[in-house]
């Protein structure tokens, strides 16, 4: 079988300062904003670790490219030594990431039957989560990519609308259309 060695562009992350300064600050961030959704496994018997980014803003970055602007803001963000625990760094937008099943949590409304409509405070509390999500407002779904995200949403959603029932799934199968 043939060997091909893939390699980024020479320019990678120097295309995209802007891009890596934002990552990087966003590394040191509380967490409060919905993206860039930065999802680091570390691998306990390596001491390594793998870093996904998902972030609406990778759409203006190729797909090469987007690991050394990631592998480049941890440099800047965490340090050289830390950036060099990082084995593996992709990028996503929040599209791919749902159609490769990296949002595999889903939040719905428990509805006793398929037919049953939605009341306006379930419609708002909905709108209002999905301004949480990495999918953003204009999502059609409540997607997680962890278990304690949608659990947290669960939580506030029961707690906005009392007299609803709610449910948390795990559904990596059926991403949205």
């Not at 939040?107 to 379930?122: D, G, S």
Request: proline fraction near 8%.
């Amino acid at each position: 079988m043939p060997r091909h060695i893939v390699t980024p562009p020479e320019a990678g992350a120097g295309q995209y300062p802007d891009l890596v300064k934002v990552l990087a600050k966003e590394l040191k961030a509380d967490g409060g904003a919905a993206q860039p959704l930065i999802l680091e496994q570390y691998v306990r018997a390596t001491k390594s670790r793998n870093v996904t980014v998902i972030w609406d803003k990778w759409r203006a970055v190729p797909a090469d490219v987007r690991g050394d602007v990631i592998l480049t803001a941890y440099e800047q963000g965490e340090g050289a030594e830390y950036a060099d625990t990082v084995l593996g760094a992709d990028g996503y937008t929040p599209a791919e990431a749902l159609a490769l099943g990296l949002l595999p949590y889903l939040v719905t409304p428990a509805r006793t039957k398929p037919e049953q409509n939605l009341t306006e405070a379930n419609r708002k509390a909905l709108a209002l989560e999905a301004k949480r999500t990495v999918l953003g407002p204009k999502a059609k779904e409540l997607r997680y990519a962890r278990m304690e995200d949608a659990d947290a949403a669960y939580r506030r959603l029961v707690d906005a609308v009392p007299n609803t029932a709610w449910a948390v799934h795990h559904r990596p199968d059926l991403p949205d259309e």
